[in-house]
């Protein structure tokens, strides 16, 4: 019964020439992503790709990493990180997170436009 299937399984990643060219028939990798908000993103890599180091975040815009652990921080050289550094040295954590999220979503609107 399942002898056709894994017939069929073996032949696709070593196929004859002409396969690859479809695109579909590559090997894929998905390799998960997080962010400094902890937002898991899961980018499918076609097998002889570079996998970057990071990933933009699609929900937040941060750079998001492979260390689900250590997530890279935000980067530093947008234009609010100044003010932000300096806002977030007095105030709690808490406060700083929120804005953050305030920076980047207008750093969003800002690129959508
Ligand atoms: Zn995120």
């Not at 933009?56 to 750079?63: F, I, S």
């Not at 953050?100 to 436009?113: C, I, N, Q």
Request: hydrophobic fraction near 35%; charge should be neutral.
């Amino acid at each position: 019964m399942a002898g056709g299937n894994a017939i069929r399984g073996s032949r696709v990643g070593a196929g004859p020439m002409g396969e690859a060219e479809r695109g579909e028939a590559a090997p894929r990798r998905r390799l998960p992503f997080w962010c400094a908000h902890g937002h898991e993103t899961r980018i499918a890599f076609a097998d002889e790709a570079d996998v970057p180091e990071l990933w933009d975040c699609p929900r937040c815009g941060l750079p998001a990493g492979q260390d689900q652990t250590n997530p890279p921080p935000a980067p530093r050289n947008e234009p609010y990180k100044t003010h932000l550094a300096y806002v977030r040295e007095r105030r709690t954590d808490a406060d700083g997170d929120a804005l953050l999220e305030e920076a980047l979503t207008r750093l969003r609107a800002r690129r959508g436009a």
